[in-house]
């Protein structure tokens, strides 16, 4: 970790309300997940945004999970190494972030190798997390593995293909939406400039 003192002010105010959207139910599902689906035999960390932090740091943890999401021989991440050097870890780090940015994730869903490095900003580590595993659950390519009620299945595109007679027969029809004049008509109207007519 970075040797910065305490923020104070307005500094200190935001890094607050960034700690508060941090999620320790989250947290424990996606340990959970994060063990099924890279077979981690070290056990989960304690509960808290700082042991996961500490679990997490080093990168490897992260590649390993990137790399099970993939078929066998077809890993992005080619070496995994466990080195302490800082460097050496914030390299791991980007390259879990350059595969999931590679396997699908959004890349206003990806967090930057500072907010989980420094602990910066913890939810956003949970929110790339939860966009990975839920573009798992969706990809259903065999390769996930764990509960899939833990994320939601993203939205599937739905293309539909209309011969050139049924969308001529559709410009034929009024739409609802449109209004209708059934049941109009100008009776009961006065001529415009003309005083109304009170009875």
Excluded at 69 to 75: C, I, Q, S
Excluded at 141 to 168: H, I, M, V
């Amino acid at each position: 970790m970075a040797n910065r003192g305490p923020s104070y002010g307005l500094s200190r105010e935001v890094q607050e309300k960034i700690e508060q959207k941090y999620d320790l139910e989250l947290e424990s599902k996606l340990v959970d997940w994060i063990i099924a689906q890279s077979n981690d035999t070290n056990g989960p960390p304690q509960p808290g945004r700082v042991n996961f932090q500490e679990w997490l740091i080093d990168g490897t943890l992260l590649c390993k999970l990137m790399n099970s999401l993939h078929p066998n021989g077809k890993e992005p991440i080619q070496r995994i190494s466990e080195s302490k050097m800082a460097f050496k870890q914030m390299e791991q780090i980007s390259q879990f972030l350059r595969a999931a940015e590679a396997y699908g994730v959004r890349t206003t869903d990806i967090f930057q190798t500072v907010d989980l490095w420094e602990g910066k900003d913890m939810a956003a580590v949970q929110r790339t997390l939860m966009a990975l595993g839920s573009l798992a659950v969706t990809k259903d390519d065999g390769c996930y593995r764990g509960d899939p009620s833990w994320f939601r299945r993203k939205a599937q595109e739905n293309r539909r293909a209309f011969s050139t007679e049924q969308l001529r027969h559709g410009q034929n029809v009024i739409g609802l939406q449109m209004g209708s004049n059934k049941g109009a008509s100008q009776s009961g109207m006065t001529g415009y400039g003309m005083p109304r007519q009170i009875l």
